[in-house]
Each structure stands twice: as structure tokens, then as C-alpha cells.
């Protein structure tokens, strides 16, 4: 295989500005040559740290292209280690590339889910449930699990399963398409009386109401709704979030920028007299911490950032404690759930696997040496904004691991984190990637 | 005031077939004379007891019917008194009185959240949120609640406070029918600057995800989403029913004979081979008790009870519990909140409260002689299916309660139930009622 680490030019709204337009010749190029070939790699947690909803945040555009050469060829071998998904990891990766301004490989997005795959022997051929946001059961079947069904389809053959569900006045992804689908898709196994195998909560649920209901109708009855107690099928999380940081506390300059037009009223001094402050001594103004009024305000006008909230939202992490709590409190046996995400050690130990794989598979040379590529890096760095995830990950994970801390988003302290302190905190990944490269060319 | 107790001709197709017609003249009347005067009273628990979703079951017209005289006046002061809710009262009284032939007056029927009346005072002209299926804030705007708003209307007023709204392809109630909103009934109040100074759980939450990350916002924020931390404003419940036993796996002689004629296939025998019994030797086949195949077989064909399930569904005891662990999780202070319904003791007190005013002002001669109705009942009946609730609640408010527990829903067992034993088990409230006036007439 070849590697496709290539600048994409994209016609996205919220792209960043592609500052290197590589010609068409190289859009297929290489990682640097054998001599060249990097001993580090990077992690990157997404929302927070490059992206703010679909913006570009803290100069990640910049920060990314300087992982490129010139000629487009990727010289760092670095992968996006996330929470979130709920969209297969190849049409997340077009995403990223559109807003971003460089070619992102599937390989190189690894979303809470991405562990699911390991399972896959295992239920291959099972009657499996996924539920969550987006298109659970997609991702499922792109990962090769061939009786899969999201929550919302396995729950449309139970009538009545959900006590409330004729107060809804909503139409799920799949009753909506579900007319359109030829019969021949119509699953082969008869769903009312097969039992369920697993469960995956694939990304945040949407209904918590009807997932805690369906979730343990199926976990205490050994599979099948209605049934009898019995023995608890395995469930599992593809992250544990508690809460996540949508950063609506925090804009960047050119987010500012934007807000001084729509309230021209305003200018950075009023923001001043409002309480409105620089992140640090260091963000020279690049980005601003707000008061919820003025966010507010700006949320009333602004339709660029869709997840924006001036406090923190509830994650897949909420979900979990709701349900076990409801599961412990009408069951006899305690819930028994299985978490992947970070800070799972596994994810950490998947990521270096993966950055090994992508850095192997795109030096063809080194491959053909007879090296395998196997040689461990030295440095790992994990660049994250959350330090109850991606820092006390990075540190249980241990060596090569090093993590960097962001402002932009979870964590706002001026100083380190005092419970999961990393070993370098900065203002934004820009920075991050400007003191590792700096690093890294010194060694 | 006069009773409005009479009999009342229905169209509903589910209601039950009216035995007796009273002629116009009759239809205003009163309570029997006052040497008549009854010493006791009954309460009746509504789901699993008089109706099963819309359908009367045990006998319930007939058990009623026995209620009131020839003329059809009414003899036995009784309420319903249900944790159930959603309606307010005076709609809930006409829907009673269509299912089950006889006219039910308003003050008769006291629901979970009747209790919240009793905080009027309190709230009158404070900004107030309800949430729960049906009509919340019609439940308490009825109540004298001047500025309470639905949880629905609130959040709206909160762009993206629910982090998944964006997947939830559905119309709520409030966003449905705001298009044709006269503007002038838009509130007169600040919503995004006033504090919420309590928060009502009305009947069972529908979207329990937004529900649960707005009251964890209003609760933690001292009454304004995005807000710092400050003092959580009283949270009250209607009830706290961990799950409620829709009955689905028994079912009506009526229905056996439905049941029949749709899978003619089957007769009672087949019935008895598949594992279908008689719920009691008592019972005289008048129900069932089906396994969850039959159940679901037969579910397939009928539209006749829409809240049907082979088990349990959650309730909002499950809806608190997975609030209050989740809130704890995020907040310093664990939820502090009320719980009203029963099996509180304050609900029995109100209801006998509510009993004795209803006999006395059905009754002017009593009134006209100078005594204000306050003499004390010698029985108050409680019939209930759930030992938990309605049995648990009886024994806890003692004298002069006494408790009956029907086998018709939550409770199936042969004998008593062990931990809230009560003081008689009948396989209906035909039968409860018979046992009643029985006693009460040989004493």
C-alpha cells in the first residue's frame, strides 16, 4: 500500500486557507526517505484541540501542514485519537481533510469505536445492537459485523417496548428510510426470537429515555425483551466521557473578529469591561475566555458552531452511570460493561501499533530492507485538551508516551492540572507542534 | 356546590356498556340522605386495577356502577388516586367517565401531581419549570402556577443546551404548535436572565437525555443554565414508580374471547399447553396469565392497548434515580428533592381530606345542619395492584385505612405479598368492591 499523505484542495466553508497548493504530479507521494525517518509520532485529540465544532481552532491548519514536506509527502507519522465517532472512520477522515486543508487517511482516525473491530470474530455472525449518534450500525458494518442492527431499527419490532414513545413526535433515521428499503435487505434472522449477543454503545445516545428501557429489557432477559431473567449479554462503551467541553467559553481571533461585525457595539475593550480575558499572558489575544451572556449573545447570531454551549454537556460517560444505576436498581446482578476509549491503556497501545503501521506502510524502502517496520519510536506525543482522558491515558500508558496539554478546550487552568499534570501544558496545538518539531530537529 | 354524580352516555368505543340509563332528571343528584350517610370510603388505584391503557378490566364499570343508587346518586364517597398523571384532572375526570359509564367529577380524581396544589403559594408568580408526557405546564398553569413553563419551551429559549438535539428528528409539542403562538402570550419574563426557582416532574419524562442535561443545568447553576455553581433551586417529583406493570401478561375474558377469534387456532386448551393458566382458582378464567409469545402474538394484531408490554417498563423512580446518580457524579451536593404520590403518607392524608369533602358537599342537609362534614371515617379502602405502592403507602398511614390488593396488575402472586402484605387479596376490584359492601352494609 501506498501512502496517500497528500494537501486536498476542498471547497468547504470552514476550511482553513491552503496556504501550499502541491501540484497535481505529487498529490501521491511519500513519507520522507529511510534517512529521514522518524523516531517520534503524534496523537491529536480532535474537538478542543483542532477542531471547535467544524472550526479550526488554535492554528491546527498550520500546525498540521508543518507534518508535511513541501512536496506533500507526510514526514511525521501522526493519527487523530479521539472519543467521539458515530461515522465510519473513512467518511470521518474526507471530514477532516475538507476542514483541515490536508489528506487525511482513514487509517489515521481512530475513534472511540475503533476497538470495536478487535470483537469482531466474536460476533461476526451474531445478532448485535448499536446505538448512539450518527449511524451506529454503519460503523458496525464497515468494521465486518454482518447481524448488526442500530437500537432504533431493533426496537421498531417491539411494539410498545417504549412507554413514551407516543408522546415523540420524531422520526428516527430508520423509520425514515425504512420505506425506501428494498425487502431483500431485510435482515434473514427473525428478530423476535433470536437473542441479542451484544450491545455496543457506539457514540453518544440520542434517546436515553428508550436505550435505558431497550438496553435493559435485552441485558436482563439473557437477549430477548420480554423474556425471563437471564444471563446478562455483553455491553460495551466505545468511550466513558462524563461530560465534554464544546469550548463555548473560549473564541479564536478570527471567531472574534467575526463577533466585533455582528456587534459592532463591541469592541475588545468593552469585551474587557465585560469580563472578557485573554486565556493567558502568552495567547496574545488569539483566543478569549467569555462570560455566558456574551456567548450567548454571539450563539443568537452565530450558526458556525452547532455544539456550542457555555458549559460542559453530558457524554456517553452520563449515559453509562444512568443506565447502570436504573440496570442495578430492577436487576439482581450488577451491570457488567466492558469501556474502551481513552483512557483505556489499549487504546494507547493500539495508537503506537497503528502510527507503526502507517510510518511502515508508507516507507516501501525501509519494508523492502527487510525490517518490518517494528522499531519502537522513541517519543509518542499525545496532544489533548481533556486531562482526565487523553493526559492520565497518555501517563498510564507510560513509555514513549509524552503528553501536551492544550487551553483550548477542557481545561483552562494557567497552571498544570493537579490531579493528571502533563509533562508540558501550551496554549494551543500550534504551539504544541511548534515545541515538538523544535525538539525533535535538536535531537 | 352540588355533585355532578350521575351515569353519562358515551360514543368511546372502549368504554364499557352502560347497564343504566337514568332518565335527564336524574342526572343532577345527590349523595343518599343522611341517615344513608356513609362511614366509609374507597379509594381506587386507576392502571392495573379499573383500566388497562384504555380498557376497563376486573369488572371495574359493574364494580362502580354498585357505587351509586338506583337513581344515580351516589352512595360511597370514593376517588381515584393514581400516581399516574400528565392531564389535568378535569380532563382526566371525562376520560374516566367515557371509559367507564359513570360521571366522575374532577375533585374525584387525584393524580401524582395533584400534591403540587399544596405549593401554590409558594411559586404563584416565580418562574417555574414542568416536565413529564401530556401537558405539563396546562397541569400546573390549572393549578394557579402564574409564570411555569415547560421543560420543552425552556430549552428552546437555550440554543444547542442539548448536545444531540441536531439527531432528533422530531417536533416537540411546544415547537409544533409555537408557529401559531399569538405573540402576546409570549411570557412577559426574562427566561435567559430570570432564575428558575423549582423545577416540577409532572408524569413520566419523554426525552429523558435533554431532560436530565436541563435539570442538571437549572439544578447546578442556582436556576440559569450556563451559570457557575450556585444554590439548586427544589426539585419536585409526582411520584417515584421505579416501573409500572402495564398487565400484559393477563388479560380479560373479553379479550380471551378477542384473542380467539383472531388466532382461531387457538382455544383454551391450546392455551392451557402453551403455559396459560387461570391467575387463581378463583378466577373463573375471567384473565390469564400468558407467556410472553402469546402475549406478543397477540399484541402483533391488537390496537386496543397502546401501553402494552410483556414487562415492566420504567418508570420516573427510574427517571430520578438516573438524574440523581448522574447529577451527583457532576455536582459537589447530592440531588436534594421532594417526592409526592404515594406511597407518601401525605397522600393518604389529603385523600381522606379530599374523601370527607366530598361527602359533605354532596350532601347540603348535613352541611345545612350546621356540622362542616369532619366526622371521621371508620374505613377508608385502598385498592391497589402494587404492593409497593399503593399497599405499602395504606399501611403506612394507618387507621383508617385499609388495604386490598388486587391481582389485575403489578401483583400476581397466589398468596399475599411478602414484604407489604395486605389486608386482603381479591382477584379483581369487582370482587374488592363486593367484599366491601358486604361488610359494610352487615355492620
Redesign the interface.
Known sequence: MRCRAVFRVSQSRNRAPLLLQPQASRLYSQLQSKHERSTFGIAFDIDGVVLRGRVPIGGSPQALRRLYGESGALKVPFIFLTNGGGIPESRRAIELSDLLGVYILPSQVVQGHSSFKTLLKRYENELTIATG??EPDLVMSEYGFKKVLSLDEYASY????D??S????????WE?SKCSCPKNLVPSFNI?SDRVKAAFVVS??????RD??VL??ILS?GGL???ENGQQPPLYFAADD???Q?SRKIIDAGQLKWFEVIEPTLNRHDLCSLGVMPISQHSKWTSLVLN?QI??SW??YSHKT?????????GMG??R??????FN??HCNALDCVIFGKPNPFVFKNAEAILRQLRSSCDDNYINNGNNGSHPFKTLYMIGDNPLVDIKGAKQAGHPWFSILTRTGVFRGKDNHAEFPADLVVDTVEEAVDYILKKESAC
Open positions: 449518534k450518527g417491539f411494539e410498545n417496548i412507554p413514551v407516543q408522546y415523540k413526535m420524531w422520526t428516527t433515521k425514515s423476535t453518544d445516545p440520542v434517546d436515553w429515555g435505558i428501557q435493559c429489557d432477559s425483551p420480554g423474556d462524563l461530560e465534554y464544546c455566558h456567548v450567548r450563539h443568537k452547532p455544539a456550542a454551549f457555555p458549559s460542559e454537556r453530558l452520563a449515559f452511570i444512568a443506565l447502570e444505576s436504573v436498581r430492577i
